[in-house]
Structures are given as structure tokens and as C-alpha cells.
């Protein structure tokens, strides 16, 4: 159990135009979902954290109208690049927890974002 | 807040030697600990986890760790590593009880033949 998935795997795009990346909890419900960005050979760095049915909270230094996040269910989240430029390429991890279980995130595979 | 150091950014190590990955913590109040470990290209998956009681946690694919609340420390192990270990493992790690979970910088296992 505790499956996270995400959608799509990879991206490619062209400078400019919005990108969005899914994260479902496959089989279990999620209240808070967390947003990663990982640059190569470096650790993650916490974007947001999303709670369903609520605004995203957003760590100091990301840009809100850039990484919208949308918490729609219990098992989806979605984070979209809007205005995607090249230093926006990354990998893109999202984590959730489970509602009865607080102190442990399960982690998506990653989405590997290039924008040309 | 908290924070955490892991002392190595690359261990290299032969096929079926044991192996440690340091990593120490700083926090003011109590703290769970995590180990994940991360394929490339691909998510982070939970080896183990320090929530309380038995400071020797036991996770899976033979890897072990122990608080050390004295030294504030909470290395990971194995016995005798193998190829499949090759990987990049982060420490964690989150105030009890708390939200946000910190990541370590990572330390990359290499295995060698």
C-alpha cells in the first residue's frame, strides 16, 4: 500500500507555455500532498505543501503564480508551471500522507521537466 | 528548526563489505529521523524511520540504523552491501508530531565488483 503516482514522467515544452504535472495517492487517501523540486545531484527542496480543499502554502522564494497548486481531492494534487522558462527544468517530486498516518510521506516516481 | 548533515557526499565500497552512512541532526525539541533511498531518475523510497522507543531501527533491504540522541546522530548500515545498492540515500529529518520533513544533502553509495 501507500502508492503515489505521477503524471507525466517527463516533459518537454517550449519556453512560455504552462506545464502540469499530476499526483494521485493510488490507494489511500492524502489531506496534505508536499511539492519537491530536486536540481541534479542535490537534495530536495520543499516548494509547497498542499492540503485538500485549501490554499497551498508556498516556502519563501517560490513564486505563487508560477507553481499553481491545486488540491482537489483526497487523492490529487496538481502543480502547474505556468510561463515555464529554461531555469524552470528540473525534476519534480511530489510526497503525500496518509490521513491516519502523520509522520511518514510516500513519494511519487518524479517528473523530469526540460523546457527548451 | 531543525536541520541535518550527512558527513559524506560519495562512499565508494566493494561488493559484500559493510558500509555506513553518516548523518547527524540538529533540533531543539524531539525529532523523527528518516532514511530514503533514491534510483536515478526515479522517487525517493522510505528504507526506515526513528519515531520512538528502540533507538536500533531495522528497515528494509538489510539496512539498519540507530539514534544517538547524546550525539545527535542517526547513521544508517548494512552488513554487506551489493551492486543493486548503488544509489543516493538522504537523511531526514521532521520535528515529532511536526509538518515539514528536512532533507540531508545526500551521500551517494557507489558498489563496486
Redesign the interface.
Known sequence: GAV?S?HPSWVICKSGTSVKIECRSLDFQAT?M?WYRQFP????M?MA?SNEGSKATYEQGVEKDKFLINHASLTLSTLTVTSAHPEDSS?Y?C?ARRVAE?????????T?LTVL | AQSVTQLDSQVPVFEEAPVELRCNYSSSVSVYLFWYVQYPNQGLQLLLKYLSGSTLVKGINGFEAEFNKSQTSFHLRKPSVHISDTAEYFCAVSAAGGFKTIFGAGTRLFVKA
Do not use: A, E, H, M
Not at chain 1, 102 to 110: H, I, K, S
Open positions: 503515489v505521477q496534505t508536499f545531484k542535490q537534495s530536495l520543499l505543501t525534476f517530486i510526497s502523520t509522520d511518514t510521506q510516500y513519494f511519487g516516481p518524479g523530469r
